[in-house]
C-alpha cells in the first residue's frame, strides 16, 4: 500500500507562485507513475502533469511552460512547481501514483491518491 501526502498549497495573488510537494510512504517515485490532478468546485478532476519512473514529463497544454513536476527519488518526494499562478489555476490538487512505466492521463488508471491540498489564486 502506498500512502501519499501533498503539501505546500495555500492563497496566492495572480501572477505569484507555489511550490506543491507529495510525499510518498514507500519507494514509490522511482518506480511508479507519478502525477498531479486538479477539481475545481464544480468540475471533474483533470491532469495537470506527470513524471514516469524515467522521468519523462508531460504538461497539459493550459499549464505548460508555467508549471514543472519533478522529483527526488532520494526523498520519495513529488514537486510541482507553478508560476505565473492564473485564477483558473484554483483548485484542490491531488498527487496519484501507478505502478509501472505507462503515464495515463485519465485518472481511473492511478491506484493511489493523496487527500489533496488548496491552491486559490485571487485576482
Known amino acids: 500500500q502506498v500512502q501519499l501526502v501533498e503539501s505546500g498549497g495555500g492563497l496566492v495573488q495572480a501572477g505569484g507562485s507555489l511550490r506543491l510537494s507529495c510525499a510518498a510512504s514507500r519507494r514509490t517515485t522511482s518506480t511508479y507513475a507519478m502525477t498531479w490532478f486538479r477539481q475545481a468546485p464544480g468540475k471533474e478532476r483533470e491532469f495537470v502533469a506527470t513524471i514516469s519512473s524515467a522521468s519523462t514529463t508531460y504538461y497539459a497544454d493550459s499549464v505548460k511552460g508555467r508549471f514543472t513536476i519533478s522529483k527526488d527519488n532520494t526523498k520519495n518526494t513529488l514537486y510541482l512547481q507553478m508560476n505565473s499562478l492564473k485564477p483558473e489555476d484554483t483548485a484542490v490538487y491531488y498527487c496519484?501514483?501507478?505502478?509501472?512505466?505507462?503515464?495515463?492521463?485519465?485518472?481511473?488508471?492511478?491506484?493511489?491518491w493523496g487527500q489533496g491540498t488548496q491552491v486559490t489564486v485571487s485576482s
Open positions: 496519484a501514483a501507478r505502478m509501472g512505466s505507462a503515464v495515463p492521463t485519465a485518472p481511473t488508471f492511478y491506484n493511489y
